[in-house]
């Protein structure tokens, strides 16, 4: 009990909890952020509907407005799209499939480049020299147009059905493969510093293996900078992923995330329907502003010249 009430106590004295508090947009993003996931996560609870259950929609109830408009009913609170579902409750579902892509996006990612960057800075030498120019290859194309080729090509491996059944994870590996090459330069750089060290020496003098030396030893001295590119590119993961579904390469219709959501709204939209694209659209803006406010800030709270 008392090691927990200590570990407390250090972390409410520390430098980066002060920079949070005293920091009112830092403190308002991080709540913002919190509910938009706690809501998303509980969707199947909270959600007034189920949105993609076909056999409880009703295509009579198809394109009501907002409830407080003319013609709107109080059981749809921001209005219904084109097929009857709920516009509230396929958000909620909807911000859930985003944030999973995201997440798992940015996983993939850092695993990935992690991995390459430990091996390309600790090795060095031909294995540097490869992985740099791949890196520096896939930094010449766009994202987004990186993860529309991984896309393409599984499209063309595959059948239509199949790929929808697997379109989530082909999106989390797409987005996945697009954002390795900052985790890969940003460890590589702390790798070249780190391993001539006195303790990356002594660690090899007592005969630990490279793997061993890298994992152990290097990797919880480079995780800094990693937390901070992590925390923004989850933003740009969640971004890519409503621009790849917006386009129609993403998340199938029965599965929509905000970014389908937008896309089947915006087909409506100048007929005067705007609720079914407009509320997705503001729920995606401020979770990705956020989420990049919250990765601005633990990019200058883990900065030490500025503390």
């Known amino acids: 009990m008392a090691s927990g009430t200590s570990w407390l106590s250090r972390a409410t004295d520390s430098d980066i909890w002060w920079s949070f508090k005293s920091s009112s947009v830092t403190v308002i993003a991080a709540v913002v952020t919190f509910l938009i996931v706690a809501v998303a996560f509980l969707s199947p609870l909270l959600a007034p509907h189920t949105p993609f259950d076909p056999g409880s929609l009703s295509l009579s109830d198809g394109l009501k407005p907002p409830a407080w408009m003319k013609d709107g009913d109080w059981s749809f609170v921001i209005g219904t799209d084109d097929q009857g579902r709920d516009v509230l409750s396929s958000i909620m579902y909807g911000t859930r499939l985003s944030l999973v892509v995201g997440l798992a996006s940015v996983i993939v990612s850092m695993l990935i480049g992690i991995t390459l960057g430990l091996v390309s800075g600790y090795v060095g030498g031909t294995t540097d020299a490869v992985i740099m ?12 147009l990186v993860a529309l080729l991984i896309d393409g090509v599984v ?39 780190e391993k001539n060290k006195e303790y990356v020496q002594a660690a090899r003098v007592i005969g630990l293996s490279p793997v061993l030396i890298m ?78 406010l919250l990765g601005d800030w633990l990019r200058d709270a883990l900065n030490p010249k500025l503390r």
């Open 155 to 193: 499209r063309g491996l595959i059948s239509v059905q199949k790929h929808d059944e697997i379109a989530l994870f082909v999106i989390i590996g797409a987005i996945g493969l697009s954002f390795w090459v900052q985790y890969a330069r940003t460890v590589r750089g702390s790798v070249l510093v």
């Open 215 to 292: 994992v152990r030893h290097v990797l919880p001295n480079v995780t800094g900078p990693v937390l901070v590119i992590a925390t923004i590119n989850l933003g740009l993961a969640i971004i890519s992923e409503a621009t790849l579904s917006f386009l129609g390469v993403g998340l199938p219709s029965t599965q929509p995330s905000l970014g389908t959501l937008i896309r089947l709204g915006n087909e409506l939209l100048q007929s005067g329907e705007w609720w079914i694209t407009v509320f997705p659209g503001v729920t995606l803006a401020a979770l990705v502003l956020a989420v990049n």
């Open 133 to 144: 120019r791949i890196a520096d290859v896939q930094l010449t194309f766009p994202a987004i």
